[in-house]
């Protein structure tokens, strides 16, 4: 299948393989978000080419008479840059870029780039580098073809390597000074983490474009960026959600999943991803208007277990549900999905449910209990009230008896509260 559009500016052609593993209509929904990916980075698609094959081809991916007709047609239409939806292996690049003469580019490489560009701070662009490098290094036949001759005799031992060997190893060196880089940043974060850990702590996961930013921006008043672009924010944001009068929550937005995400790149933002494992609350943000969220959220889901996070509450917000086209759906997912809600956070629809859904998860399963303290930790006291409901407190000669109301999170906070101040002696 061959779709082509009348565009300007740099061009594209997008490419995927369908080896019938999947529907046509997912294949091509899967290249519509390769669509929107590109354009995120700056290119205007002017073409989608859907190949019909039982399996990949080792050398060219799509076969070489398939190649061919990919260079006849970028030729003819001035394209700029070749995209393909699966992650091309060093062969597959090589051959292509022999063959087509134009550049060549997965869709790992194409996220990386996006994230390159979206990276502000410190932490981010360390994070984004470091993937970067990570992809590029096996990758490293394309970029140094032209240099990888070597001379053998005598004076050419040791030292004198070829530029991809020299470029290997500086790369190699980059590697690990990045990572120790992201380990004092992991480490920084720790310590604030800690500072924190007194407070009820809610994450906004969801799939990239699903409304996280701007519902955090609504909650909180955070002003986070949120524009209609894949991957507008990277970096994890966290913010005071005040729930009712006694209750507050810290609310973390966090970089959007997609398929296929490169696993370097999960594996470099991992401290970032620290906010969604440390969560206490998963607020999983949905685009409903969206054909395929169903297969979203599966992406979501399988990220969430493969973080460990995938056995925390979690509460399913529906967004966008003023862009629903059949609203008869709405009690039909809300029977499928328990613990869920429609809301949109552009148009502030349905928040104040949200609030209340919030805190009923944080009240449910609430426990009386009754602790007992030595006088020395009367410091804790104080704690113990912005975690739980306070019933009484009574002072004994060297004790204080403390009897509360809190739920499941907040007595195991307590509780592990308790017992680093015994295993510290304080």
């Known amino acids: 299948m061959i779709e082509i559009k009348n565009k300007t500016n740099e061009k594209a052609i997008l490419v995927a393989l369908n080896t019938r593993e999947l529907s046509k209509e997912t294949v091509e929904e899967h290249l519509d978000e390769l669509e929107m990916l590109a354009f995120t980075a700056g290119a205007e698609t002017i073409m989608k080419v859907i190949q019909d094959k039982d399996r990949t081809d080792s050398a060219y991916y799509l076969g070489k008479g398939k190649a061919e007709e990919l260079a006849q047609l970028a030729e003819q239409n001035e394209i700029d840059i070749l995209i393909f939806d699966d992650d091309l292996t060093p062969v597959q690049v090589r051959n292509l870029e022999n063959l087509i003469n134009k550049k060549i580019l997965d869709r790992s490489g194409l996220i990386l ?10 932490e981010a662009k360390t994070q984004v580098e470091l993937a970067q490098l990570q992809y590029l290094l096996p990758r490293l036949t394309r970029a140094w073809t032209h240099l990888s001759k070597q001379y053998g005799g005598i004076g050419t031992k040791g030292p004198g390597e070829t530029q991809i060997e020299t470029d290997r190893r500086l790369i190699r060196t980059r590697i690990s000074m990045l990572k120790g880089k992201l380990e004092k ?3 920084q974060r720790q310590t604030k983490s800690a500072n924190r850990k007194n407070f ?11 409304g996280k930013s701007t519902l955090l921006n609504l909650l909180t008043d955070a002003g986070v960026l949120a524009e209609n672009k894949l991957f507008a924010t990277l970096d994890s944001t966290t913010r005071s959600l005040q729930i009712d009068n006694n209750q507050t929550v810290l ?19 991992k401290s970032t991803l620290n906010e969604v494992r440390e969560a206490d609350l998963i607020l999983h943000v949905i685009d409903v208007s969206h054909p395929f969220f169903e297969e979203h959220m599966a992406v979501v889901d399988q990220t969430l277990k493969d973080l460990g ?26 029977r499928k999905y328990e613990n ?14 949200l609030k209340e859904m919030i805190a009923s998860c944080i009240r449910e399963s609430f ?10 930790d009367a410091a804790m006291v104080p704690k113990i009230y912005s975690l739980a409901e306070v019933i ?13 109301r809190a739920n499941n999170i907040s007595s195991n906070k307590i509780k592990r509260m308790i017992h680093g101040q015994v295993q510290t002696g304080t």
């Open 340 to 353: 869920s809600i429609f809301i949109s956070a552009a148009r502030g629809i349905n928040i104040g449910r």
């Open 200 to 210: 009820i702590k809610a994450s906004l996961v969801g799939y990239t474009n699903a």
């Open 309 to 334: 996070a995938d056995k925390k509450i979690q509460i399913r917000i529906f967004n966008k549900v003023d862009a629903l086209e059949d609203r008869s759906r709405i009690d039909l997912i809300l």
């Open 185 to 187: 940043i992991e480490s």
């Open 251 to 269: 609310l973390s937005d966090t970089v959007g999943f997609i398929r296929k995400l490169p696993h370097h790149l999960v594996a470099s933002f």
């Open 113 to 122: 780039d996006i994230f390159a560009t979206r990276a502000k701070t410190r």
């Open 367 to 376: 426990m009386e209990e009754t602790l007992e303290l030595d006088i020395v």
């Open 392 to 404: 009484k407190t009574v002072y004994e000669d060297d004790k204080i008896l403390i009897q509360y």
